[in-house]
């Protein structure tokens, strides 16, 4: 299947020739890259990455595109920087993965949240966000992997949990076939696909639902009543056990949960009654205010890390985001 899928791919780039199909020949790179993760083909893979990110950059410096064409360039591509991180971290470089996670969700919050620039950030800055008693839960999710950094106030480098999911008996029963020809990592990444959209299935009928205007009590709609066993359910494919793993045995009383993209809908904190958590969109979006107010600071102060978002408004309102 998946060779069928690389002889296709690679039949349309000959195809889609540069410069008269720049927008599509990126799109089919994106394909193929997620073809070749799920053949093992790193190095292959490796040097089509480096090739989009090329062409991406070069469209995007474009001073015939307008601001809009950017933006919604930059939303498209937003797939090819998730299979960067994929691809990161099959080659073994974990830092490298959360560096590339990082600044691919900078790149799209930029257009909302003005940020004049993208900064890189490397795994030491990120740990600025801890404290002695705070650790950072970042995850990110790409069309092939759904993958949790787990990163610690004294680490040397974030903690992966995705390859740990694999061999995790809860998880593996529930959604990873071992017969399968599919990588285990894809099969978790399609679990989360078909649990969001049974999620909205049932939440799109109970808004819908009539039973509240026939005086039925809307508490015994399917979607509120099967809600524990919903979050069961994603609590096995987040692999919250095997986060929890990794924070037992620290003085970690906080957590700064980072979602990726629809997690950020979810009560995330649910699955973590031990801990205060506070959520962030980035890492970014409180680092900077963290660097401005030390800019700003004529006494040389640093500002207090472990401040609540209820301290800060625009922290606050960038939580909503």
């Keep these: 299947m998946w060779r069928k899928a690389e002889t296709s791919y690679k039949t349309a780039l000959q195809t889609l020739k540069l410069p008269e199909f720049e927008e599509l020949h990126l799109e089919v790179l994106q394909d193929l890259i997620q073809v070749l993760l799920n053949l093992g083909e790193i190095e292959e893979a490796q040097e089509l990455q480096r090739r989009g990110a090329d062409l991406l950059q070069r469209l995007l410096a474009d ?16 797939l090819f920087n998730q299979l960067t991180v994929d691809l990161a971290i099959q080659s073994g470089d974990t830092s490298g993965a959360l560096t590339l996670a990082e600044t691919g969700k900078n790149t799209c919050l930029r257009w909302f949240l003005g940020y004049e620039e993208v900064p890189e950030l490397d795994y030491r800055q990120i740990q600025r966000l801890l404290t002695p008693t705070t650790a950072a839960i970042y995850w990110h999710l790409s069309p092939s992997a759904l993958t949790t950094f787990v990163i610690l106030p004294d680490a040397l480098q974030a903690v992966l949990t995705q390859r740990n999911a694999e061999g995790n008996a809860e998880v593996r029963r529930g959604f990873i076939d071992l017969n399968d020809q599919r990588s285990a990592s894809l099969q978790h990444v399609l679990a989360w696909e078909k649990w969001l959209t049974e999620w909205n299935q049932r939440y799109q009928a109970y808004r819908s639902s009539k039973e509240k205007a026939n005086g039925t009590d809307k508490k015994q709609h399917p979607w509120r009543r099967q809600m524990v066993e919903s979050f069961r359910e994603l609590r096995a494919i987040l692999n919250i056990s095997g986060i929890i793993e990794h924070l037992q045995n620290q003085p970690i009383e906080n957590l700064i949960l980072i979602p990726h993209r629809d997690l950020h809908r979810f009560p995330l904190h649910y699955f973590f009654p031990n801990y205060t958590c506070t959520y962030l969109p980035s890492a970014y979006s409180k680092l900077r205010l963290l660097l401005d ?23 606050h309102s960038l939580l909503l985001v």
């Design 63 to 78: 001073p015939k595109r307008t601001t809009p064409q950017k933006q919604q360039l930059a939303l498209k591509s937003a």
């Design 293 to 315: 107010d030390e800019e700003n600071r004529d006494d040389g102060g640093k500002f207090p890390i472990n401040d609540t978002p209820d301290n800060c408004p625009l922290l």
